[in-house]
């Protein structure tokens, strides 16, 4: 299926397009967190979804990256997340799902959820560090 397909397709896209906004440094964790929303997205929206990534920056370089992935799924139960992550090592070592928003939490300055009129949007963000005066 070609949906199946999307979540490869957005990291590489995002690793592209931070490169050229030099913002390499996030890469890696802005597409793990980026591929966990894309299949989530896909696993429990079932519908197409949007995504935008939003970066804000000050004269000195600080600022954040946030990424929203909105849909027209159900949403998803964070009680459910919550407790999964309480009892993580008490799941077996071989299951390979459950774990997306926790991994998006580890790795987000912040993160979370809104229900939409037509769905809801999941974002995370990460925050960049000012630059060092005379870099670039």
């Known amino acids: 299926m070609p949906e199946e397909q999307e979540p490869s397709r957005l990291r590489r896209w995002m690793r592209d397009h931070l490169a050229r906004l030099e913002l390499t440094s996030l890469a890696d964790d802005l597409t793990l967190i980026a591929g966990e929303l894309a299949a989530n997205a896909l696993l429990h929206g079932g ?18 990256v946030r990424l929203e992935f909105t849909d027209s799924g159900t949403g998803f139960d964070l009680e459910r997340v919550l407790r999964a992550g309480e009892r993580g090592r008490e799941e077996p070592a071989e299951r390979c799902d459950g774990r997306g928003l926790l ?9 979370g959820f809104r229900r939409i009129r037509a769905g809801h949007e999941v974002w995370a963000e990460l925050c960049l560090r000012p630059q060092p005066p005379g870099s670039r």
Do not use: E
């Open 47 to 64: 519908t197409p979804a949007r995504v935008t990534m939003t970066v804000t920056r000050t004269a000195d370089g600080a600022g954040v």
């Open 103 to 111: 991994i998006v939490a580890a790795l987000s300055t912040r993160w």
